[in-house]
């Protein structure tokens, strides 16, 4: 399935990658540079045609690099997307976790979680095409490398309920796999949106991916209290 993400045009530098595309490195920077530039045209190249769809070619046009280049770094374009998806999803587990510090209260962690998770959907539309959407067509080991990350929400989420219990005494334990489930059903939330070419409004879904949170860690009153009055997230 093609991807109808907008993305900007190839001249664009960019702030995740931190190149831009035709970027001409020193010597000392030229691997790591090279590398970066090949992550931005995988992660365009994949946010427009899909994982299958999209070639090794079609990575080089959008940076103009040589396939000999490419090559030398990567032993093929699974190589790269993975490589490039450890660094994307390091990222995002970096600004979740820095959101979370300093907050008063496990709720107030939360919330701020959230949100900093979909700001930065928000502000990586490629990224997220590419590696949240993109992936599921990528191979078994980038599947396997998604359940990982997938459980590493999953333990975050054990960590945030057993804070509430301290503050919700009468809570009970849950088996993990119920945090696995409601990182699954977070997900699907999200890629819906992105598939609709809704990206630009996904900080929309914070009221209802609260619910989600609060819902299944047993605090049902006060997740009724994180949906607007209609239900339906603004």
Request: proline fraction near 4%; charge should be neutral.
């Amino acid at each position: 399935m093609k991807a109808t993400l907008a993305t900007d045009e190839a001249a664009t530098h960019s702030a995740f990658w931190k190149v831009a595309p035709y970027a001409r490195p020193s010597q000392a920077e030229v691997i790591e540079t090279q590398r970066r530039r090949l992550f931005l045209g995988l992660s365009r190249a994949v946010a427009r045609k899909g994982y299958a769809a999209a070639s090794v070619a079609d990575v080089l046009a959008e940076v103009r690099i040589s396939r000999r280049t490419f090559y030398e770094l990567f032993s093929d374009k699974e190589d790269c997307f993975l490589a490039a998806y450890e660094l994307a999803h390091g990222a995002l587990i970096h600004h979740i976790k820095k959101a979370h510090e300093d907050q008063p209260t496990a709720l107030a962690q939360v919330k701020a979680g959230n949100a900093a998770d979909l700001r930065f959907i928000a502000a990586e539309p490629e990224l997220a095409q590419a590696f949240l959407v993109g992936i599921r067509s990528a191979g078994p080991r980038a599947m396997q490398r998604r359940a990982e990350a997938h459980q590493e929400f999953a333990n975050m989420h054990k960590q945030f309920h057993q804070r509430f219990r301290l503050e919700h005494p009468q809570l009970p334990e849950l088996p993990d796999v119920v945090f696995l489930a409601l990182v699954g059903g977070i997900n699907k939330m999200i890629t819906t949106e992105i598939e609709a070419g809704r990206i630009a409004q996904i900080e929309s879904l914070a009221p209802v991916m609260l619910y989600m949170t609060l819902s299944v860690y047993g605090l049902g009153a006060l997740a009724a209290e994180c949906l607007p009055a209609n239900g339906a997230s603004q």
